[in-house]
């Protein structure tokens, strides 16, 4: 009796914040149905329910079981957007579709990429990192050689610093999570660390600065401080378990957790110990912070606290009121995520999301928060705090502190600006379909 | 002054176990400078290395970014080995390539694949899972449904019952990781706690059992505990982040995380809460342990504490003397790694590896042991041990405790028996050459 009237009560009684939101306490099952409220999409069959009628599938014999599995051909959507499908001279973007997916992992053929200079296809029989500059003795390294190193795994995201540039617009751009925010994937990457190559090769102690290089036409090369090679940095050879894709950086890549993605040398060859930043073009221009009033950041590595509500979202529409779980990812360049606050009514009140553990450092965290829609008007926010005590800003204080576009933005494949990290707010209206708002 | 001196000791002082093993603090860094003992493989390119040479693909733009990538060219051996390529109509059986993977994630391309009835093609609009038998009201879902609810994320290993069969042989298969461990795969699970669902449905109190039955042609069904389906039992719908491929249930499987593969159903279309086993072909004749004398147990269904490695071993010869990594995976389906132990004299001795964290709850686990090879013969041995106190046995206690093939194995796709869970061994050659050994 007691579990019966728990559950019949659940959506008025385990309320945590406006427009029904309901207590983290719901999942642990037994206190909410959401199949009760589910209407046509979860209907009950009866107490009959045998013999089961056979679909075509279990008639016949299936296919082949090939030496590579893809995904089903239902799932033939789910895919990356493509800025340049045809190759042509310029860069090439390639979005993560996050509000397709679930979990934490980015699988790797929809990891986002992007390539200034196209997709090299590289022989990592040829391929050699050199570790060079302040050093006592110069050292090259093989794919086959690194992985005789003792090697590292963790889980980390990669973020362009020009994710959801759109939402600089002062108008909010309709778009997908993908369009906005597909620029960042997360995904399991193992590697030697830099601080062990750099003993190797016996840094000199009073080197600040790294300058690395990809072996790609790009050419693309940065400056990174010492400290963040021996903090975290790894020259990373595996993905997911497999060696890295090749839109990822095949057959190695620096990888510097939480720095902003072009750091993360793909192809990188050369790693040259320097005593000041090496001011190359991708630092001083191309992925810059401009700031209100037309100045810039000299440099702006960390991707600072953010999440987005990957469902419900923009393209994904509510058929009807009932229960739903609020779905999102969290992350921070600075840490792990502490919290993920999450609001139904545009920020009026905020109710704490239930995180999916174990929760890493810098890198994805997936939070989850019931919902009853009652078929009213509703704005859904999510709202990230890390353990260095970063709250994700609100968009106001955002603006007031990066600025805005100065220029219309017409399309969501516009970068006025980089490092975006406020709040995503989706607008659900009476009939449950979905617009990006600014609250 | 210290530093020269420590990397000159390093491999003499450090030396944790018989035949080379190097202690774990020389992951640490700047203990160990392997590429000062890999020969050719890791040369060094004089002080002055600018400029670069450039390789072909420095010198052109690349290729096209596509939808969804794939590995490199040069990755194409990295693939599952097939026992049925051509789609007879027997059982086949897709293993996974664990000696040329890294890290504790399989890509959801290399994930193994039994399939007894083919690979369905499954329409998920079309899909539907019915909850029935002992409830108060019989539920029907489908994958949209199944998404509203709040889902949780794992990483959980699936592990055949029959994976490393061949080592029930009497002599040693000569055969790599993938053909004698290749019927096991890690993932990151997301889905619906079957408890909730349960609760949904309101299960009777007096029921013990619940027996699963998958949609394909094969119609697989198994008993599982209720009290499993409280434990940690899901209703999976993403795997590593994307819906299940359709070798591993698409659009959705029971996940019974640390039970034998063939229980964690693929195609779910019906769960029906009985009171006492089926009985089911699949439990009672086909994944059956035998043990010695003839007698079969009832049930088995936990996947014991285990461990191999993936490098050194089989296949992936040594090419010189000097230092190594010895790397593998341990994962125990009754929780989580407490420690792996590895020895390269054959179990003479032991040190202890390090692990990879964070350590998940029947998960794999990633351990590396630093090695210093000086061109003797050695044998390779892991000995993992979890945290609810098992140790993974030795062969000797092992064929002891559950006997050995009866018949000569003449090949690694042969099944004698079940539940092999004890130490492979390595044995390396005075060349560098590998061969698979008993100890």
């Known amino acids: ?39 046509t999409a979860g209907t009950t069959t009866g107490a009959g329910a045998e013999p089961l009628a056979d679909a075509p599938w279990s008639l016949a ?39 397709l997916l679930g979990g934490t992992v980015t699988p790797n053929g929809l990891h986002f ?30 794919l086959e050689s690194l992985s005789r190193h003792p090697l590292v795994t963790r889980m980390a995201f990669i973020e362009c610093a020009g994710n959801s540039a759109p939402m600089f617009a002062k108008e909010p751009v309709q778009a997908t999570v993908q369009m906005l925010h597909g620029l960042i994937s997360n995904a399991e990457w193992t590697g030697v660390p830099l601080s062990a190559l750099l003993d190797e090769a016996g840094i000199d102690p009073t080197a600040k600065w790294l300058v690395a290089e990809g072996a790609d036409a790009q050419f693309l090369d940065r400056s990174v401080p010492v400290k963040k090679a021996y903090d975290d ?22 990888l510097l957790p939480g720095y902003q993605g072009n750091m993360n040398v793909k192809y990188v060859r050369r790693i040259k110990v320097i005593n000041q930043p090496a001011y190359s073009y991708f630092e001083t221009k191309n992925y810059s912070q401009i700031l209100p009033g037309g100045k810039t950041w000299r440099f702006h590595f960390v991707m600072e606290v953010k999440s987005f509500i990957t469902y419900p979202s ?15 990812v969290a992350y921070s360049g600075t840490g792990r995520i502490a919290k993920v606050m999450v609001s139904a009514d545009g920020g009026n009140s905020w109710g704490e999301a239930a995180l999916q553990g174990p929760i890493h450092d810098k890198a994805f ?51 006025p600006n980089q490092h975006y990290n406020s709040i995503t707010s989706w607008a659900v209206d009476s009939k449950g379909d979905i617009k990006h708002v600014y609250v």
Chains 1, 2 share one sequence.
Request: glycine residues 12%; proline residues 8%.
């Open 233 to 254: 940095a790894l020259i990373a050879v595996y993905q997911n378990g497999e060696h890295l894709m090749p839109g990822n950086g095949y057959p190695m890549r620096l």
């Open 1 to 39: 009796m007691t579990k019966r009237r728990r559950r019949r009560g659940a959506a008025s009684l385990d309320l945590v914040a406006g427009n029904g939101l309901i207590t983290r306490r719901a999942l642990l099952g037994g206190g909410v149905t959401f199949v009760g409220a589910l209407g």
């Open 113 to 142: 990429s992007i390539n200034h200079g196209g997709v090299p296809d590289i022989d990592p029989a040829e391929h050699k990192l050199v570790l060079h500059g302040m050093v006592r003795r110069p050292l090259e390294f093989t």
């Open 61 to 99: 014999v299936g296919g082949i079981t090939p030496p590579v599995q893809t995904a089903s051909p239902f799932e033939k959507d789910v895919t990356r957007t493509l800025s340049n499908p045809r190759g042509e001279f310029r860069t090439s973007h390639a979005r993560t579709p996050h509000q």
């Open 365 to 415: 965290t997936r939070f989850v928060m019931p919902w009853r829609w009652d078929g009213q008007p509703a704005i859904l926010q999510s709202r990230a705090y890390d353990d260095g005590g970063n709250a994700q800003p609100l968009r106001a204080e955002f603006v007031a502190m990066r600025g805005e576009a100065t220029r219309p933005v017409t399309t969501p494949l516009a970068f």
């Open 314 to 328: 923009f393209g994904l529409n509510l058929k009807a009121p009932g229960l739903y779980a609020i779905s999102g």
